[in-house]
């Protein structure tokens, strides 16, 4: 059996490199270009950062500065994988923490199309549904846009997440006070179904989704103040016991829908879950099956 020479070190597999990049290969000839903010030119390229974010992760460095270490030091990936005049640490990080999110996005985004026309498609008679949620990420304190608290940086991803093809679909950042509600109606397309938990009730919001033509299925709160329009029968026998169409909120408090929602109220062992839906076309157990597909 052969034997290595320093068998602690990470074998590189170059294959498995080449077999992650290559469907960002056409997408990158499309993105846009990253540009130099100021008179000096840029020591790394966006095709130059999105292959040391593969390698980074495929390998499995500790650190920037372990990656940046191993760019100088391994053979393959001082060939393929950094700058041709190689990077030194200040214009790497400058380069990481600052450049390059236009561009990720957009190949981030081409990918997830890609990936979806060929996945197999789950919850097909439900609809295409899209879980939508965010979530803090730790940020360097150089990264000033990711503003969060005094000496604290975070940002914040609004990602959209395709269930029927168990793949993101939408994502977008924000400092880590960026509001979430309003990356709804962003992430959602004309006839998608958007999945959230209660953190995403907002009335007015219920409005406006129905008006753009988006759908929904969102948890809110068991004592949310509601005025019947019309009660749905529902099954003895089913994990549904409530089931109508409601005005939420109160004229009151200048926060009743327009529109109706439907309600849906059913319970998972110990647990009564309240959704409001537009989505009339569906049994209201179908409803319960849509939100508990989220990974929410």
């Known amino acids: 059996m052969?034997?290595?020479?320093?068998?602690?070190?990470?074998?590189?597999?170059?294959?498995?490199?080449?077999?992650?990049?290559?469907?960002?290969?056409?997408?990158?000839?499309?993105?846009?270009?990253?540009?130099?903010?100021g008179d000096r030119p840029l020591k790394m390229s966006f095709e130059d950062q999105l292959k040391a974010l593969i390698f980074y992760h495929l390998e499995e460095h500790v650190s920037g500065r372990h990656l940046i270490q191993v760019l100088k030091e391994d053979n393959f990936a001082r060939n393929n994988i950094a700058p041709k005049d190689g990077i030194e640490k200040s214009s790497f990080f400058e380069a990481i923490n600052n450049r390059g999110l236009e561009q990720l996005q957009f190949v981030y985004k081409n990918l997830c199309s890609e990936a979806s026309k060929i996945l197999p498609n789950q919850y097909a008679d439900l609809g295409e549904l899209i879980a939508i949620d965010g979530s803090?990420?730790?940020?360097?304190?150089?990264?000033?846009?990711?503003?969060?608290?005094?000496?604290?940086?975070?940002?914040?991803?609004?990602?959209?997440?395709?269930?029927?093809?168990?793949?993101?679909?939408?994502?977008?950042?924000?400092?880590?006070?960026?509001?979430?509600?309003?990356?709804?109606?962003?992430?959602?397309?004309?006839?998608?179904?958007?999945?959230?938990?209660?953190?995403?009730?907002?009335h007015a919001e219920f409005d406006s989704l129905q008006a753009?033509?988006?759908?929904?299925?969102?948890?809110?709160?068991?004592?949310?103040?509601?005025t019947i329009v019309r009660e749905y029968d529902v099954n003895a026998d089913s994990i549904v016991f409530y089931?109508?169409?409601?005005?939420?909120?109160?004229?009151?408090?200048?926060?009743?829908?327009?529109?109706?929602?439907?309600?849906?109220?059913?319970?998972?062992?110990?647990?009564?879950?309240w959704v409001v839906t537009d989505r009339r076309d569906l049994t209201a157990e179908q409803i319960a099956e849509i939100y508990g597909s989220s990974p929410n």
């Open 212 to 226: 753009e033509g988006k759908s929904f299925v969102i948890r809110i709160k068991a004592n949310t103040t509601k």
């Open 243 to 273: 089931d109508a169409e409601v005005l939420l909120g109160t004229v009151q408090n200048n926060n009743q829908t327009q529109k109706p929602v439907r309600l849906v109220g059913y319970r998972v062992g110990n647990v009564d879950y």
């Open 2 to 37: 052969p034997r290595r020479i320093k068998p602690y070190r990470k074998k590189c597999r170059p294959p498995s490199f080449h077999k992650l990049y290559r469907p960002a290969v056409n997408i990158l000839t499309k993105t846009p270009e990253l540009e130099s903010k």
């Open 136 to 202: 803090l990420i730790n940020a360097v304190l150089s990264m000033a846009w990711a503003d969060y608290r005094k000496n604290s940086r975070k940002a914040k991803i609004h990602l959209g997440f395709n269930i029927n093809k168990g793949i993101p679909s939408k994502i977008y950042f924000t400092d880590g006070n960026g509001a979430e509600r309003p990356f709804v109606s962003k992430i959602l397309s004309p006839g998608q179904t958007g999945v959230s938990d209660r953190g995403y009730q907002e």
